[in-house]
């Protein structure tokens, strides 16, 4: 296995390059939230005893990739998601998706998160996207500051193909992966997005769980005033 020590942009960058090695990663946490990896320092003893006696447990995440059409760029990656971003132009941009092959809806925005349900906890979170099971098979999207009551985040099957079309009156548009990789293209971009063939594989512990992780690190559904602990100062 590899071993991921720091935080979660490290965990994800880890992530990223792992795919080449086809190596499950465990992520130690030094960093802040850690909401990623799977452990903190304190209880690396444990750790070391569940790797010793292989009762940790592998599990496979989605990851996505999008080709840019007419753009001479490589396939780009996302473990968490891929991001379409008006740059710094201080107006908004136009976008239109369409979900294998069919027109699905044209709206102007800051932007567009298409996220993993890895990524679900991540941007597009604070843009009110759903939070979403790693184990299931979907795929996010969630439009930043949308200028319409009517647009939300979406729900797709991992099985669809979405093609992102975004036209701007600014000399860029930017394609974020992952908020670690960004590339920046001359409007208007064509962005055909769907699953990878090939996941991440992440190294699993008794030590704790997903919706524990919710609860202690999101605070998912704590009610403040039956948890006198949580500090509020």
């Not at 005893?49 to 990851?63: A, G, P, S």
């Not at 079309?165 to 960004?182: F, N, P, T």
Request: glycine letters at 8%; hydrophobic letters at 40%.
């Amino acid at each position: 296995m590899i071993i991921s020590i720091g935080g979660d942009g490290t965990m994800l960058d880890t992530l990223y390059k792992a795919r080449f090695y086809n190596k499950p990663v465990l992520g130690l946490n030094l960093g802040k939230l850690g909401f990623l990896v799977e452990v903190n320092i304190d209880q690396i003893d444990h750790l070391i005893e569940e790797i010793k006696n292989k009762t940790y447990k592998i599990e496979e995440r989605m990851v996505i990739e999008a080709v840019c059409i007419g753009h001479q760029v490589e396939k780009l990656y996302a473990i968490n998601d891929i991001v379409v971003d008006k740059a710094g132009w201080p107006k908004m941009i136009e976008i239109n998706v369409s979900v294998n092959s069919e027109y699905f809806t044209n709206f102007v925005a800051d932007g567009l998160i298409t996220a993993t349900p890895t990524g679900s906890t991540g941007y597009a979170l604070s843009t009110g996207g759903p939070v979403v099971s790693p184990g299931t098979d979907v795929i996010t999207l969630s439009p930043i500051s949308p200028h319409s009551l009517t647009m939300r985040p979406f729900v797709l099957s991992g099985k669809d193909e979405i093609l992102i079309r975004a036209e701007s009156m600014h000399k860029e548009i930017l394609v974020d992966c992952d908020g670690q990789r960004v590339f920046s293209f001359k409007p208007p971009l064509e962005l055909k997005i769907s699953r990878s063939a090939v996941p991440v594989k992440l190294v699993r512990t008794s030590l704790t769980s997903y919706f524990k992780t919710l609860r202690n690190k999101l605070f998912l559904g704590i009610d403040i005033r039956h948890s006198p602990n949580i500090n509020l100062e």
